[in-house]
């Protein structure tokens, strides 16, 4: 019966000078609950004629058994539209839990992870790479990109604070101190930049020195070579700053313009856009033992010049509307 419902044609009744006409109304139900929601009200709403064409069987039924029918699927379908939203659609972000904040920051539309693994040379690609400190066999590195200029990160960011310092149970005068803070990060304006904070990380120590000092060697005067943002037409978009604590936390920020030839670089119709940067310089990786990687590590022995490999993580701007705004 379900499958039957999800390929449903409702058929939209009519009634001129006692003669019955149908007008087909084709829809999925996966693609277009609410059309369908409104094709089933249709039906609902023509009770002039005693019986009348049943939208699924093709048959005539009495009309308070098709309006049974019709409360039924109405049902169904807010149910399973309900179903199928997004926790940030449903709750407001106050309410959001410590999981789903996580989940905001570390896999969403507006946060992309990104997660590979370089072997030593000579290590086998299966190896477990279980000998510790300087005999590591494998690293693994990891980067989250999240887009801090859209406001639901901002808000898991404040609400992920709010739990972790146990708002409920502050005393007034810091909730007002707690309030203020918050309401100026969240309220900030990102008319004419987009903000990507990029938090990295390496099971190796070794390794994690050596992308802190390549990360935090650069003030925002000095950016980082390819780090990139590819516009959903193609075009690749320099950043005009970079921020990144030397010392601090394993994480930095690529800011970009929003515009592009007076444009907002991602219109509501666009499929995507990506970030690239370099992982890690593959001369760095060499020094360290670790292969890349071979084409890589051959084309470096050539003397090419693109020797690095690439983060590279995508957004799909279809999924980023939020509060019925393109959110980015």
Known sequence: MLNLFRAARF?????????????????RLRVAPKAAMEAAGKVWNDSEEKERLCPIFGRSVPAMKLRIFCVVLMIWLASATAADAQFWEQ?????????????????????????????????????????????ENRAELGYTVQLRSALPIRQAVVRMAMIENKYDEMPEAKKKEFDERANEYLNQSFANRVVAH?????????????????????????????????????????????????????EFELIFPREVNGENLAKENDREFSIEMPDMPILV??????????????????????????????????KMTFQNKLEY
């Open 91 to 135: 709750k407001e972000w106050k309410t959001w839990s410590k999981a789903e904040c996580e989940k905001m920051l570390s896999d969403s539309p507006w946060t992309r992870p990104f997660q590979t693994t370089v072997y030593k040379e000579g290590a086998s690609g299966m190896s477990s790479g279980t000998q510790g400190f300087q005999g």
């Open 285 to 318: 990786l060499r020094g360290l033992g670790f292969e890349s990687r071979r084409q890589d590590l051959q084309a470096a022995e050539r003397g090419a010049q693109k020797t690095e490999r690439r983060v590279l993580v995508h957004f799909d701007l279809r």
């Open 11 to 27: 058929m939209r009744v009519t009634t001129t000078d006692g003669a019955l006409h149908s007008e087909a109304v084709s829809c």
């Open 198 to 250: 990029v938090i990295y990380r390496t099971n190796l120590q070794e390794i994690d020195r050596f992308l802190a000092q390549y990360w935090q060697q650069s003030d925002e005067r000095v950016i980082p070579a390819t780090g990139d943002l590819i516009g959903p037409r193609g075009d690749r978009i320099r950043p005009v700053r970079f921020l990144s604590q030397v010392g601090g936390a394993r």
